[in-house]
């Protein structure tokens, strides 16, 4: 495993970088299914995505911890499962 790489628990849950660093943008999309730089960052600006750091206006981070959590804030039950 790359020492850069995000760490994952055993659910594949995000839960820390090796280094303790933020995660890049990049790293996040890669995270989430090659989702988009695009669409991150079309999320930030509608607020629509997960909490971030702006270091700068060209330098965005996300808190695995912030992102862990908008996952579960994103979570839902299937319909099948809502009314067993």
């Known amino acids: 495993m790359d020492d850069n790489c995000p760490i994952k628990d055993r659910t594949g849950e995000l839960v820390a970088r090796p280094d303790g660093r933020l995660l890049t943008t990049e790293e996040l999309a890669a995270y989430l299914g090659n989702v988009s ?10 607020g629509l995505g997960p909490d971030f750091v702006p270091l700068s206006p060209q330098l965005i981070r996300y808190r695995p ?20």
Do not use: F, G, Y
């Open 37 to 46: 730089i695009r669409t991150l960052e079309d999320w930030r600006r509608l």
């Open 65 to 84: 911890e912030a992102v862990a959590r908008w996952l579960d804030s994103r979570e839902r039950k299937s319909r099948a499962k809502a009314a067993a």
